[in-house]
């Protein structure tokens, strides 16, 4: 089973590459936004702060090590909550490039997707007609046309170039196949046990938000890999709260954070990380289970700790 300590994990990522900055006044962007973010998400409970980086006048994704740079080591001083830097970056990003920033910084942690998917983010511009930055409405337009690049050569250099690192990987799995290019990686010696496994539902382009789409996505975890992961889910939009409850029940961990969703309730914004976190905090222990510590889930997850980091 996945399930693993009764102590729940919960991951905050803070911004991400997917909303846009007309999108929602809450969204953090510049450097000082990210850490006050990321500092109040893991004070509310999350053991892991997952992050991007942003241009601090456009908000547009930022994959260069100088844009993590200017919050890493701000945030590391002022929580001990483990730090988890994207290899994600944006879909219009090369492997390279994503990489660069675990590369140099050897977080505790760091995600990585673990296959190729059509990403669909334009059916936001039904919802959104005003943006402030020219850049969005194209980033948005641009994903009717767009695959997601991860091949298995991709995720291969991502995983060696980190090899010496220490780094521990967040597997970003957007659909059934995913988990099978994973227990590829597991078969070849490339990934290690406890394998942290997040589930994402809800991007066009991957698994739906059904709760049977979230009971296959365990089951089939659970058939690849037995006793050797964690699972840990993130549900899109509004669907981030409901998917987070039905995998607590199941033995998982969760995800949330206004990379994965803007909202709190239907039609109110979330006006903070911290406040979406609070709200999985109280799913979990109103289920009797209890939030892992930032040590908690450095034990849980066999990470290196915060003193072996590169910033």
């Not at 996505?217 to 050797?228: I, V, Y």
């Not at 006006?271 to 289920?287: C, D, F, Y």
Request: net charge neutral; aromatic share 8%; glycine share 10%.
């Amino acid at each position: 089973m996945a399930s693993g300590s009764r102590k729940v994990i919960i991951t905050c990522a803070v911004t991400g590459a997917i909303h846009t900055p007309s999108m929602s006044p809450y969204l953090p962007i510049t450097p000082d936004q990210i850490v006050d973010a990321a500092v109040a998400a893991a004070e509310a409970g999350a053991a892991i702060i997952h992050l991007h980086a942003r241009d601090p006048e456009t908000g547009r994704p930022d994959q260069s090590p100088e844009g993590f740079g200017r919050f890493l080591s701000r945030i590391k001083q002022r929580t001990a909550a483990v730090l988890n830097i994207t290899t994600g970056g944006s879909p219009y990003m090369k492997v390279q490039e994503r990489v660069r920033p675990a590369e140099l910084f050897k977080p505790e942690v760091a995600s990585l997707n673990m296959g190729s998917i059509n990403f669909g983010l334009y059916p936001m511009l039904e919802r959104y007609k005003e943006f402030r930055f020219a850049w969005e409405r194209e980033h948005l337009e641009a994903t009717r046309d767009l695959v997601f690049r991860n091949t298995f050569a991709d995720i291969e250099y991502i995983l060696k170039t980190c090899e010496g690192n220490g780094t521990r990987f967040e597997f970003e799995c957007y659909d059934i196949g995913h988990l099978y290019n994973l227990a590829h990686f597991l078969d070849r010696g490339l990934v290690k046990p406890p394998l942290f496994v997040q589930s994402v539902f809800g991007i066009l382009g991957g698994i739906g938000t059904h709760p049977e789409d979230v009971a296959h996505m365990k089951r089939t975890a659970d058939r690849l890999f037995g006793k050797d992961y964690r699972w840990s889910v993130l549900g899109a939009g509004r669907h981030q709260l409901p998917i987070a409850a039905m995998a607590a029940a199941m033995g998982g961990n969760v995800r949330v954070g206004l990379e994965d969703s803007l909202w709190i309730g239907p039609g109110k914004l979330a006006t903070s990380n911290a406040e979406q976190v609070a709200a999985a905090r109280r799913i979990i222990e109103g289920l009797g289970l209890e939030v892992a510590t930032p040590e908690d889930a450095r034990a849980i997850l066999s990470l290196k700790g915060g003193e072996n980091v590169a910033f």
